[in-house]
């Protein structure tokens, strides 16, 4: 009874581990993302059409994907002719070019080092709007600890932002998003940069008035600019994950 019990246990187990490997398998048969080109799949990431399984790069990828499948068919070679698919030199080629690079492409250090784009980007989000909470608060106590609160939160978020925007950057060298998708980037890149340069001022008049008490309400307005604009970039930099109609009600 005992072994029958570990086996029922670990027989799921097998399955999604041989699912996953099969996953892994077809993903790399399959290479980049038909949606925007040239980006390396997800394995975890898939839509079944017609028979097969198409791996994409994103959650945007999938959406775009399921919404007009027609329109990226001839870049899979799931559905290539056979005379196509079953070339073998054509195949050999294409996983060396994917494999080394190509003239052009973007290095894979600096793919590697965008990934932590998420992660920094956090920093000046959660720091911002605590910094802004904390001058809610010693607008209301006076409590000065408040305001040292907001100067301190308002120093570390430059650090964050500072290091985010490169990252950024970075995760976005060598992408090529639709056309939608690529205008919603561009204005992501630009409210980076607005916001890192904001949160600067911020930061800089912050530690003017608690240096010199002067200079309140122009802290005030650049403070309150910050947080805005750290929102109008985390909306865009959603856009960009979750599709175009994340927001449709």
């Known amino acids: 009874m005992k072994y029958l019990l570990i086996l ?3 027989l799921p187990m097998f399955g999604n581990a041989n699912e ?3 996953n892994q398998s077809r993903a790399l048969a399959q290479g980049t993302c038909p949606v925007m080109e040239g980006n390396p799949v997800d394995p975890s990431l898939y ?3 017609k028979g097969e399984r198409v791996y994409l790069c994103c959650k945007t990828c999938v959406k775009l994907f399921t919404e007009n499948p027609e329109a990226y068919l001839d870049k899979l070679p799931q559905f290539a002719e056979p005379a196509h698919s079953e070339s073998p030199a054509t195949e050999a080629e294409h996983d060396h070019a994917t494999g080394h690079g190509e003239a052009g492409k973007t290095p894979k250090l600096v793919t590697f080092i965008g990934k932590f784009h998420p992660i920094a980007v956090h920093i000046p989000i959660a720091l911002v709007l605590v910094a802004a909470l904390a001058e809610a608060l010693f607008l209301f ?7 040292s609160a907001a100067c301190f939160n308002l120093l570390i978020a430059v650090l964050g932002a500072a290091a985010a925007v490169p990252l950024g950057l970075a995760a ?3 992408t090529q998003y639709p056309a939608d998708y690529a205008a919603i980037l561009l204005r992501h890149k630009l409210l980076g940069l607005s916001t890192l340069v904001v949160i600067l001022i911020a930061a800089a008049l912050s530690e003017r008035l608690h240096r010199k008490q002067a200079g309140l309400w122009s802290y005030r307005i650049a403070l309150l600019l910050s947080v805005l604009l750290v ?3 985390g909306h865009f930099g959603g856009i960009l994950v979750y599709g175009l109609n994340y927001f449709s009600w």
């Open 8 to 10: 029922l246990i670990a």
């Open 20 to 22: 996953g490997h099969d």
């Open 47 to 49: 839509v079944d059409y």
């Open 141 to 147: 106590t006076g409590v000065p600890l408040f305001r």
């Open 172 to 174: 976005a060298t060598g």
């Open 231 to 233: 929102g109008a970039t």
